[in-house]
């Protein structure tokens, strides 16, 4: 199975920017769906943004216009680069994998002050 690995979060000001990375274990080029969540303390995991293999995306409303997601197939990874942050986006950031079966990743603190 496909194991993920999220990486690039860290403590940012309001306003700033944050790029984070969701590198796999194996290859994400083809047949799979890969999505980044955020869980808040005390709140549900929610979805930020997805992407296919072919390279539609979506994205939840309170982030389109600030948040990008990509993918790089031929470095197995997916990337959201995320500006404008806001004390809100405040949370853990998950990566998805699905194709045949889901995986996730360990998720990687994001901590916006305002």
């Known amino acids: 199975q496909v194991q993920l690995v999220e990486s690039g979060g860290g403590l940012v000001q309001a306003g700033g920017s944050l790029r984070l990375s969701c590198v796999a274990s194996g290859s994400i080029s083809s047949g799979n769906l890969m999505r980044w969540y955020r869980q808040a303390p005390g709140k549900q995991r929610e979805l930020v943004a997805a992407i296919t293999s072919g390279g539609s995306t979506n994205y939840a409303p309170s982030v389109k216009g600030r948040f990008t997601i990509s993918r790089d197939n031929a470095r197995n990874t997916v990337y959201l680069q995320m500006s404008g942050l806001k004390f809100e986006d405040t949370a853990v950031y998950y990566c998805?994998?699905?194709?045949?079966?889901?995986?996730w990743g360990q998720g990687t603190q994001v901590t916006v002050s305002s």
């Open positions: 998805r994998y699905t194709a045949t079966y889901d995986s």
